[in-house]
């Protein structure tokens, strides 16, 4: 991978990072607002320990995930092995999937494992759910070389030889001359010229 790709994916991780923190900021922001709307309401006292406690434990699982996803190393690895696991194994996948909490995974939804071996992190394993999982079999192949940024949702595949060009940011495929995704408009960067 050149200096100028990396140079291309940090800034775009920067970027997907900043999305984050807003996000988050804003979603504190509401609870907050609404707490206090409630506080008001109802007459109570603004410091009252049980409803900082409510707040707390309303945004504790929102911010552990959030956290997870953005400032998680960068870590590079192979690409080992690719499963689609049976469905009672789908529960516990779902669970420690990375994909948004507001997101609700249909039950009927594609599931996909990849597992990737890296050098410093062990081995890591990449959670498709939806129309996400089918780039199980068809952007990542055993064998393949990937590299993961903080704030990207999937690792990047530099040794692939698909004609599309794979958005790391929501995972959809787009053709070869476009400059923005489809989907999430963020600049794409092709992985034939990774290397």
Not at 11 to 39: D, E, H, M, N, P
Not at 93 to 121: F, G, M, Q, W
């Amino acid at each position: 991978m050149n200096n100028l790709s990396l140079q291309k994916f940090r800034r775009l991780a920067r970027l997907q990072q900043l999305k984050y923190s807003l996000i988050c900021l804003v979603v504190f922001g509401v609870t907050f607002l609404l707490y206090l709307l409630y506080r008001t309401k109802t007459g109570g006292s603004i410091t009252d320990p049980s409803g900082i406690f409510f707040v707390i434990l309303l945004m504790i699982p929102f911010f552990f995930k959030l956290h997870r996803r953005i400032f998680e190393q960068s870590w590079c690895g192979e690409i080992k092995h690719i499963r689609y696991p049976d469905s009672s194994e789908r529960p516990g996948y779902l669970s420690k999937s990375y994909a948004p909490p507001i997101r609700i995974a249909n039950k009927d939804d594609e599931l996909c494992v990849v597992t990737v071996s890296t050098a410093s992190h062990g081995i890591r394993e990449i959670i498709l759910v939806g129309n996400e999982a089918g780039l199980g079999d068809s952007y990542y192949r055993i064998g393949d070389k990937v590299q993961k940024f903080p704030g990207l949702k999937y690792p990047i595949n530099y040794t692939t030889d698909r004609p599309e060009i794979f958005c790391p940011v929501c995972g959809s495929f787009n053709r070869p001359d476009d400059n923005r995704c489809y989907s999430c408009k963020y600049p794409l960067i092709t992985t034939a010229n990774l290397q």
